[in-house]
């Protein structure tokens, strides 16, 4: 139930906070956290934190400000000294303009770019109005992999710095390297090839009744059949010349392109908020961030292509898949699968069939940048950016001293959505501005994607003998045994109509077990210490808020139903087996799970009051709720249209009068929502003070958004798009709380061997694994595995091998078998590396050409 994937008002995208375009990750997973590439364009050694102990609380900064500021002129204005830091990044084409201006910067994967399809009407193929939609047949939507020459995409616009991408992993992360003779066969099979793409096209067009003229143009119904191709040119820039490449190549295929270019707030109301059977887009130029560092990708399937995607989008509620595919995405996503093979092989299964569906069509991984003055200093996650990584906000500072104003440069995104927690922006700007605001029960690690306590003291973990999890970092107590049952009184699903919680008893009148129970502790302390930004101190009503508004919003019945994530709760429901509050002073909460993680960290489920988009205490959610029972509001888009009413927003618009009303009405009722559940854990009373404090923080800044971080949104201005927190002194952790993250330990590969290989004998490489700042070694104890491939002059894969450690410094064997090699072709062929590294989940890769011998 979180969201994996932020929607980039980047280039394009992953992720997950809508990057993607604009817009997730939910868990996503996202998509996506801290250390980082800091590394200064000039050879002088990154800035450390000052030694000596703060006793400063919150954040390093008294104020950070957030303009909206142009790609292109992002790093003159930070050399002019009008912003220190442009934290949406640039592509690599801009690397060498950094590095003239003397910048520093950090370095990141966790973006990527493509093409999103308007997926509706597989059963007739025609709009709503009639209109063919070529894209409703996923053959036609297959073939635009042929159609797309990726390598030209990353040479003209990216001037060589991307990664051509074909696949919905991150190239760089630890899945692909796992996967890698899976998915360059892949790659290989899905090459550019326009022959074949008219082929398909040419064959499925004629199957959809669709007939070409004498101008080679295709008709159906006597009218061109024409595509609404929507092209972001906002942001980096580089979404444009993709879109207009892409329109030259389906107007090659024979269609009429009606080529839409705009700026993200234009567009998204077309891709994001239209009902998809309308028809007023076919394509939209996409971009996705992770919402941090991914260690297992095994939801991207239900992510990026499934109906029951948590993306919460229309467009993925109207892709009809194919069976098989819904069936191995749902499995992954839902951890249906014993041993980490048999993971293995639904992810290998799941990749082709990514491809066959392609709701999405990628293009590019790309390696982003952030550039800032060298006096700043600034955390990135290696495996997104700095705009999606948590930790961000909580390090960044100035190297010789505490305090100060930093102006923070980013795209136009930040407000193309409204802001509210339940189901608003999901943009990545959004998102990075909320993440200041906000805190959590753990803390996502930026170089291992791994989660440490923030809020949460310590946790347990016991998991179904069999299944193979292993804890990392100490803070969880892991053991297994042979069966977990679930308690009588354990809370497993909710009755809108009662406004009740459904017990395990009731569900499962005969029992039921769970493949595992989390328990997390909260300090005894934390209702005392941690508090609202209006005033309020946190309590236990805040996490049964989120308990319920997790199952209400999503289920018919409900007076704030929303049908288009109900899906998202069914996927749910398939692996969660109940959760149960075993005590609230301490607060400690079970959550018993069918979905298992291999890394203990990331198997403990807080249920802290972030609802996906954003943190929020129980009573701005009871009063959202008010305004949409009475359909003057909607949480969603989608539920925004049916009503006919406006999408919900906490910091601005007309919204605000109406939750002003709704506020009004709850400070006099004293109002208790859901009572059946809440009113055991506040009295009205208690309730009338939290609305109070609500409608103080609201007169006073003239918003509702309102959280628990190390800043406060003091202002936000929707016209000029920028906004301004300030440090939140009342934030119970010293600003040094997470210093110790600084430069990410990535490593660097050198292959080197013999240049000829004589088929029938044996051959050796030596792989060589180096620390990418320093040179220094990389120690064997640090690096987890190191894979080698071998392929043909076509790109075939032809033998996939394991590299043998020589020492301790990171020196491996890469031999080739003289059975192996007795099975070559003479010609050209390739050796290629791959090593994956505990401390950072970035694999390092090289390779090298060699000629096969007779």
Not at 239 to 268: C, H, I, M, W
Not at 279 to 294: E, F, P, R, V
């Amino acid at each position: 139930m979180r969201k994996l994937f932020s929607l980039l008002s980047l280039l394009v995208i992953a992720s997950l906070a809508l990057t993607a375009c604009g817009g997730a990750a939910t868990q996503a997973p996202a998509v996506t956290e801290a250390p980082a590439t800091q590394a200064p364009a000039t050879e002088a050694p990154t800035a450390e934190p000052t030694a000596a102990p703060t006793t400063r609380h919150g954040g390093w900064l008294d104020e950070i400000d957030y303009s909206v500021v142009d790609t292109q002129s992002a790093i003159t204005q930070i050399t002019a000294g009008a912003i220190d830091l442009f934290s949406y990044g640039v592509a690599s084409d801009k690397l060498a303009e950094i590095k003239d201006a003397n910048l520093c910067y950090t370095q990141s994967y966790g973006l990527y770019y493509g093409f999103i399809f308007n997926p509706f009407g597989s059963d007739k193929h025609e709009y709503s109005d009639g209109r063919l939609n070529p894209f409703s047949d996923r053959k036609i939507r297959e073939a635009m992999n042929w159609a797309i020459d990726r390598n030209y995409i990353n040479q003209e616009v990216y001037a060589g710095g991307a990664l051509p991408k074909v696949l919905p992993l991150a190239t760089q992360l630890v899945d692909y390297t796992d996967l890698i003779d899976v998915a360059r066969g892949i790659e290989a099979k899905y090459a550019y090839n326009m022959t074949k793409a008219q082929e398909v096209v040419d064959a499925q067009m004629a199957e959809l009744g669709a007939t070409k003229g004498s101008d080679g143009k295709w008709q159906y119904g006597g009218k061109p059949v024409t595509i609404i191709l929507l092209i972001r040119n906002d942001g980096d820039g580089t979404r444009l010349p993709q879109g207009n490449y892409f329109a030259t190549q389906l107007e090659a295929l024979g269609f009429t392109v009606d080529r839409k270019e705009g700026k993200s707030s234009e567009l998204s109301p077309l891709w994001i908020g239209s009902d998809p059977a309308e028809g007023q887009w076919d394509i939209y130029t996409g971009g996705w961030a992770s919402n941090g560092l991914s260690r297992d990708n095994r939801t991207i399937f239900q992510e990026m292509y499934l109906p029951d995607s948590p993306q919460g989008i229309p467009l993925f509620t109207a892709n009809q898949s194919d069976a098989k595919f819904q069936q191995v995405g749902d499995d992954l996503a839902n951890g249906n699968y014993k041993t980490l093979e048999e993971r293995h092989n639904l992810m290998a299964e799941a990749l082709p069939l990514a491809i066959e569906d392609s709701l999405q069509v990628w293009t590019v991984d790309l390696q982003g940048y952030s550039p800032f003055r060298c006096d700043l200093q600034v955390s990135s996650d290696v495996g997104a950016g700095v705009e999606t990584t948590f930790m961000s906000p909580y390090t960044m500072r100035f190297a010789d001293k505490e305090g100060g104003q930093v102006r923070v440069g980013t795209t136009a995104t930040m407000f193309t959505d409204p802001w509210n927690p339940v189901n608003g922006s999901n943009w990545v700007t959004s998102t990075y501005i909320q993440n200041a605001t906000g805190s959590r029960g753990t803390m996502p690690d930026p170089y291992t994607g791994l989660a440490w306590p923030l809020r949460a003291e310590k946790a347990d973990l016991v998991v179904e003998k069999g299944i193979p999890v292993e804890s990392s970092l100490g803070w969880v107590n892991l053991s297994f045994e042979d069966s977990i049952t679930v308690p009588a009184d354990a809370w497993v699903d909710w009755d809108p109509a009662t406004g009740k919680f459904i017990t395990a008893a009731e569900k499962f009148p005969d029992g039921t077990t769970a493949k595992s129970k989390s328990v997390i502790y909260y300090p005894a302390d934390m209702f005392e210490t941690v508090k609202w930004h209006d005033g309020s101190n946190l309590s236990a009503a805040d996490f049964v808020m989120a308990m319920i508004e997790g199952f209400d919003y999503s289920k018919e019945g409900s007076a704030i139903y929303d049908e288009d994530t109900a899906g998202n709760l069914e996927a749910f429901l398939t692996h969660f087996k109940g959760v149960q509050i075993i005590s609230t002073d301490p607060l400690t909460i079970a959550t018993y799970d069918d979905n298992v993680y291999s890394d203990a960290e990331l198997n403990i489920t807080t249920w802290w009051p972030n609802y996906g988009y954003g943190e929020a205490p129980w009573q701005t959610i009871a009063v959202g709720n008010a305004a949409v029972a009475a359909k003057e509001l909607a949480w969603g888009t989608g539920q925004a249209d049916r009503f006919e009413k406006e999408w919900m927003s906490l910091i601005g618009g007309p919204s605000l009068e109406i939750l002003s009303t709704y506020l009004d009405k709850a400070i006099t009722d004293k109002t208790i929502p859901y009572p059946e559940v809440m009113s055991a854990y506040l009295t009205a009373d208690e309730a009338a003070a939290r609305y109070t404090a609500l409608k103080d923080w609201y007169t006073a800044r003239g918003h509702f958004w309102d959280g628990t971080g190390p800043y406060y949104l003091e202002s936000v201005d929707l016209n000029a798009g920028s906004a301004v927190v300030k440090n939140n002194a009342d934030f119970p952790d010293l600003a040094d709380r997470w210093s110790k993250f600084g430069q990410a330990p990535l490593a660097e590969a050198v292959l080197e061997g013999p240049s000829q290989i004589k088929i029938g004998e044996a051959a050796d490489f030596t792989a060589t694994f180096t620390y990418k700042a320093s040179g220094d070694a990389y120690p064997t104890a640090d690096i987890k595995a190191v894979k080698f491939l071998l392929y043909d002059e076509t790109g075939a894969t032809v033998y996939v091998g394991e590299g043998s450690a020589t020492g301790d410094d990171g020196v491996y064997t890469l031999t080739i078998p003289a059975d192996v090699s007795a099975k070559l072709v003479a010609g050209s062929g390739r050796i290629e590396v791959a090593g994956v590294m505990i401390p950072v989940a970035i694999p390092a890769f090289a390779s090298v050409d060699y000629v096969v011998m007779p």
